[in-house]
């Protein structure tokens, strides 16, 4: 099963696989989301939702339809629970797609749900350098931070992902936390 799965990957890459969308794509793609950064910081929570959401999207086309349906399958491995099988699908996107960020942010997700923190973190790493305003990316990184009981580094992590997304679910809570417990053995 795993050896055909691979092969399929394979197969759909090969097959399918279409250039990457072309520079003026890009550069609109470019501008739209600079202006939905821009009007994230100003917005309110629930507007906040709303353009997070269209960033993501963004994010998510690769410009191939084959790269697209290959974190498709991941994504839907992941939820499933299927962690193997995500992060076959997910590999074989990374080895076809080096420079789509959201491929590795992907993986990384599965590498940390298979309890595999080192991977996870070479994964994000790679997101933040494709992708340095990848809010989601930057929670990430600062929950492994948070696990494996680095407080002071995963509330800079998190503190610099508020600083892209003010309204990032669940991180203005674990920033309070850590400020308070980095405070406590700083005394």
């Given at each position: 099963?795993?050896?055909?799965?691979?092969?399929?990957n394979?197969v759909?890459?090969?097959?399918?696989?279409?250039?990457?969308?072309?520079?003026?794509?890009?550069?609109?793609?470019?501008?739209?989301?600079?202006?939905?950064?821009?009007?994230?910081?100003?917005a309110d929570?629930?507007?906040?939702?709303?353009?997070?959401?269209?960033?993501?999207?963004i994010?998510?086309?690769?410009?191939?339809?084959?790269?697209?349906?290959?974190?498709?399958?991941?994504?839907?491995?992941?939820?499933?629970?299927?962690i193997?099988?995500?992060?076959?699908?997910l590999?074989?996107?990374?080895?076809h797609?080096?420079?789509?960020?959201?491929?590795?942010?992907?993986?990384a997700?599965?590498?940390?749900?298979?309890?595999?923190?080192?991977?996870?973190?070479?994964?994000l790493?790679?997101?933040l350098?494709?992708?340095?305003?990848?809010?989601?990316?930057?929670?990430?990184?600062g929950?492994?931070?948070?696990?494996?009981?680095?407080?002071?580094?995963?509330?800079?992590v998190?503190?610099?992902?508020?600083?892209?997304?003010?309204?990032?679910?669940?991180?203005?809570?674990?920033?309070?936390?850590?400020e308070?417990?980095?405070a406590?053995?700083?005394?």
């Amino acid at each position: 099963m795993k050896l055909r799965l691979r092969i399929l990957n394979l197969v759909v890459a090969a097959v399918l696989a279409l250039p990457l969308c072309d520079a003026a794509a890009r550069a609109a793609g470019a501008e739209d989301l600079d202006r939905l950064f821009f009007d994230l910081q100003g917005a309110d929570r629930a507007e906040a939702r709303r353009i997070a959401d269209d960033i993501e999207r963004i994010w998510s086309r690769s410009g191939s339809a084959a790269m697209d349906l290959l974190l498709e399958r991941g994504n839907a491995a992941l939820e499933q629970g299927e962690i193997t099988e995500a992060i076959d699908h997910l590999t074989a996107l990374t080895d076809h797609a080096p420079d789509f960020a959201e491929g590795w942010n992907a993986r990384a997700l599965a590498y940390f749900h298979a309890g595999r923190t080192g991977p996870a973190i070479a994964d994000l790493q790679r997101v933040l350098a494709l992708n340095p305003r990848h809010f989601g990316a930057l929670a990430g990184f600062g929950a492994i931070l948070e696990t494996i009981d680095r407080p002071a580094q995963a509330l800079e992590v998190y503190r610099a992902a508020l600083a892209i997304h003010p309204h990032l679910d669940g991180i203005e809570d674990a920033v309070k936390r850590l400020e308070a417990k980095v405070a406590g053995q700083e005394i």
